[in-house]
């Protein structure tokens, strides 16, 4: 009998240790720009406040908990553009009629204090600020280095993807080379008439280091993945990208 009792128990902890596991909630750790200066226009930029509030609400609303992390913490800036009415969706709209959402944006946390091992994958939203900052932050690519060496999930919109240009693996390659992915392309930053005042083609700085680049139409959802990489076109990508990313993690985590 005691033998039973014993072998019951033991079952019973084994259940409720998987059972912990599975409502576990997932973790994702969002990284913003804080540069907030258009080159040397004198004009502001930041990260472009859709491509944060889209993928934002699509993982809080199923409860997955997210954290936001900048270079320099503290308050993140918004691409005053991207508060433009044209550019307004259901998404910003109920980001700035949220006071929580808004002050997780005035707090974000050093990059330098975050740590890959704390979170189930990372997203990083765009706007061109990250072309300045993200693309040559040491802490930024460590961090995408440390995530990758974890076989976690990496993701991407837009202008995003300029904190991939400089990633280096141990063996010295860069981490994009033979990879296909995309971010937003050589027409759309035409068009946007800012070819001249970003440090560098993003499309072409990709492709420099290797990546197989791939677009799709102008101002439409494109995605590419491709192993734990993610990476999106642009802002009407950035629900697209939270979606496959979501399906990684549900992926990685059975």
């Known amino acids: 009998m005691k033998n039973i009792i014993t072998t019951v128990l033991f079952l019973i902890a084994i259940n409720a240790s998987l059972l912990q596991a599975q409502s576990k909630k997932l973790k994702v750790l969002f990284v913003l720009t804080s540069h907030n200066q258009l080159g040397n226009t004198g004009k502001p930029t930041g990260?472009?406040?859709?491509?944060?509030a889209t993928p934002y609400y699509y993982f809080t609303d199923k409860n997955i908990e997210?954290?936001?992390?900048?270079?320099?913490?503290?308050?993140?800036?918004?691409?005053?553009?991207s508060n433009e009415p044209n550019f307004q969706t259901q998404s910003t709209k109920r980001y700035f009629a949220d006071p929580t959402?808004?002050?997780?944006?005035?707090?974000?946390?050093?990059?330098?204090?975050?740590?890959?091992?704390?979170?189930?994958?990372?997203?990083?939203p765009g706007g061109h600020g990250p072309m300045w900052d993200l693309a040559n932050d040491k802490?930024?690519?460590?961090?995408?280095?440390?995530?990758?060496?974890?076989?976690?999930?990496?993701?991407f919109v837009c202008h995003g993807s300029a904190a991939l240009v400089n990633v280096k693996l141990k063996n010295g390659?860069?981490?994009i080379k033979d990879?296909?992915?995309?971010?937003?392309?050589?027409?759309?930053?035409e068009a946007v008439q800012l070819s001249s005042i970003v440090?560098?083609?993003?499309?072409?700085?990709?492709?420099?280091?290797?990546a197989i680049y791939q677009k799709g139409n102008d101002w439409t959802s494109f995605v590419v993945e491709?192993?734990?990489?993610?990476?999106?076109?642009?802002?009407q990508s950035s629900e697209e990208v939270a979606d496959k990313l979501l399906h990684k993690l549900s992926q990685t985590k059975k």
């Open 47 to 52: 990260f472009w406040i859709e491509e944060f």
């Open 66 to 81: 997210v954290t936001v992390a900048s270079p320099k913490g503290g308050q993140a800036p918004i691409d005053p553009k």
């Open 101 to 124: 959402a808004q002050s997780l944006l005035k707090s974000t946390k050093k990059l330098s204090d975050v740590n890959a091992q704390n979170f189930d994958a990372v997203f990083y």
């Open 139 to 155: 802490n930024s690519i460590e961090l995408i280095k440390s995530f990758y060496n974890q076989n976690k999930a990496i993701a």
């Open 173 to 175: 390659d860069y981490l």
């Open 179 to 189: 990879k296909k992915l995309t971010s937003f392309c050589n027409t759309e930053e």
């Open 199 to 210: 440090p560098f083609s993003l499309e072409n700085k990709l492709k420099e280091r290797g």
């Open 226 to 235: 491709e192993g734990l990489l993610i990476t999106g076109q642009n802002p």
